[in-house]
């Protein structure tokens, strides 16, 4: 472990700033740098946590941290994030600068908070996860960006998924009650969300916490663009009056899948995952301590 005086970074080799993430931590002298594979990275911040470090820092993107915060989730070992992927959606919720340097003195300050974390299946994520056509678009996306830029291969990869639109069926277990659903997409968020503009995607402010649950019931890829453009208009409380979604905010559900299958895939904080059903998803309240700006 490195001395008291020094913090724990670990900086994920793959990711696109990994060079300027690493030089500006170097450049502060506060931190024990180390680029490390995204596979290992849970086990060394829990080695960490274990061997008592009052904090770690880990740069990179979403899927990063959520890791991070699986092992750290239970431990008094603090979180401090330094933005290093594309979206960086939990770095913006906590209100970290969008500069590296910034970010960096962000990481050595004193203010902390706590924060609820998801988990399915053991797996944690700190935004968002969702089974189905999301899944497919990240799958497609991904396969185009070796070939072209991030926007225009998300923009492909969407206009894709709406042709290709498949639904699947499944039991969702939510608070003692089984509803059965044939549906493209179920998406769970960690604390309440909304799809309204100018603010699409982001927690709502003040809301209420547990794990926030939707469940499209749509089959045409026509009926699904029109829900994500009446929601994206008037919010999602909106279009929960309809009968092309569902929505709860639950702290526990399980989904099961109405025919054998093998596998789920499934997305969590932007990263895409093969588990076994059935998802177990659950919610541990103020899990994890991160720093945060004064």
Known sequence: MPSPTRILAFVNENGANVAEASAVLESAGAFDVRRISPSLLADEVRRAASAGAERVLVAGGDGSIGTAAGSLSGTPTALAVLPAGTLNHLARDLGLPDSLDEAVRVAQGARRRTLDVGFV???A???TSSVGAYVSFVRRRDALERWM????ASVLAGIWLLRRLRTFRVTLEIEGQSCEYETPLVFVGVGERELKLPTLGKRVEAGQRGLHVMVLRTRSGARTL???LAAMARGVSAVARTPALDAFIVDRVRIEARHATREFHIAA????HR???PLEYSIVRDGLSVVVPT
Do not use: K, S
């Open 121 to 123: 299946n053991g797996r």
């Open 125 to 127: 994520f700190l935004n």
């Open 149 to 152: 830029g991030y926007r225009l």
């Open 226 to 228: 029109a829900l994500a």
């Open 269 to 272: 904080d932007g990263e895409l």
């Open 275 to 277: 588990m076994e059903p």
